[in-house]
């Protein structure tokens, strides 16, 4: 059964970088032909859609996000991750990862909350 | 401001039939399936529906349709254990120079059973 567990730090200051990284585990992470995404929700707030990755390197990521956003794969760990840079308190929010294809995601990481401040 | 418009609230009694909507464009739900996610008391969201076909293990009583640029998630047969916040979500697309293609959500739509 495959399953989806977001790591890494819960507290970062603004202007700096907000790193999180996704590992999967039960699967064949390397040969899977699917879309691995990052989505966050503030408290109180929808769900957002950061970006995605193929683990062939391939991204696509928010147009508000882009600029700051960067998505890297490791497949020797089954693990993909997440760089966000000059964070505020507007990036404070639950983190979760998801799989999914071109369209839908059909598992989600159960979500690591990341608060900005000082 | 959401790329698709969905309900802010639903309510329904036990065994009712309750239908949740969400409207888009043609550059995303007039040309993609959308998925709907189910998400309860804050936790991690749970897939219900991909298009019109639901993932295993969930119950038949939920079903998905569209019609022109609005997708429909129904559930037959209301039950306690559906109160929770949906999420409708697909693919947008866009060849304009100014913008790019992106997954889009709704805005969330809050269904409490009475």
């Known amino acids: 059964q495959v399953q989806l567990q977001e790591s890494g730090p819960r507290l970062v200051k603004p202007s700096q970088t907000l790193s999180l990284t996704c590992t999967v585990s039960g699967g064949s992470f390397r040969y899977d032909p699917y879309y691995w995404t990052w989505i966050r929700q503030p408290a109180g707030k929808g769900l957002e859609w950061i970006g995605r990755?193929?683990?062939?390197?391939?991204?696509n990521y928010s147009p508000s996000l882009k600029s700051r956003v960067t998505m890297s794969v490791d497949t020797s760990k089954n693990q993909f991750s997440l760089k966000l840079t000059s964070v505020t308190a507007a990036d404070t929010a639950v983190y979760y990862c998801?799989?999914?294809?071109?369209?839908?995601?059909?598992?989600w990481g159960q979500g690591t909350l990341v608060t900005v401040s000082s | 401001q959401s790329a698709l418009t969905q309900e802010a609230s639903v309510s329904g009694t036990v065994g009712q039939k309750v239908t949740l909507s969400c409207a888009g464009t043609?550059?995303?739900?007039?040309?993609?399936?959308v998925g709907w996610y189910q998400q309860i008391s804050h936790g991690a969201p749970k897939t219900v529906m991909f298009?019109?076909s639901p993932p295993s293990g969930i119950p038949d009583r939920f079903s998905g349709s569209k019609s022109g640029t609005t997708a429909f998630l129904t559930i037959s047969g209301l039950q306690p254990e559906d109160e929770a916040d949906y999420y409708c979500s697909t693919w947008d697309y866009s060849l304009s120079a100014d913008t790019f293609s992106a997954q889009v959500f709704g805005g969330g739509t809050k269904l409490t059973v009475l």
């Open positions: 043609r550059n995303n739900i007039g040309s993609y399936a």
């Open positions: 998801a799989r999914g294809n071109e369209l839908y995601f059909d598992l």
């Open positions: 990755i193929q683990t062939s390197g391939n991204t």
């Open positions: 298009g019109d």
